[in-house]
């Protein structure tokens, strides 16, 4: 007997004729270069510098390579694709 196909979000069993669905989903940082003003060039880059420093230190390696690079991939019902889907079409999360 095989054994049971879970979903890897809801964690759910699906049934045997019900179609798996593997998500590929990538997020990383934007490759297009900032705009620069002349307001940008006039600051404190070295307070600035300091400051990103800091900030990277309490965050650790994981997750600043995280903000700038992440990837997954898992398999999801049939409920859980279509409930992706339709949020993924609509570009519109309920962030709150
Ligand atoms: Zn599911």
């Known amino acids: ?10 964690g759910r069993q699906m049934d045997d004729e019900e179609i ?13 270069p900032p705009t620069i003003t002349p307001e940008d060039l006039a600051q404190d880059h070295t307070g600035k510098l300091r400051a990103l420093i800091e900030q990277m230190e ?13 990837a997954y991939r898992f398999v999801i019902c049939t409920k ?17």
């Open 58 to 70: 309490k965050l650790g390696p994981d997750e600043c390579q995280a903000q700038v690079y992440e």
């Open 20 to 32: 798996p669905y593997w998500v590929r989903l990538e997020i990383f940082a934007s490759p297009e």
């Open 80 to 96: 859980c694709r279509n409930y992706f889907h339709d949020h993924l079409k609509q570009r519109r999360l309920d962030l709150s």
């Open 1 to 10: 007997m095989d054994k049971p196909r879970l979903c890897e979000n809801c």
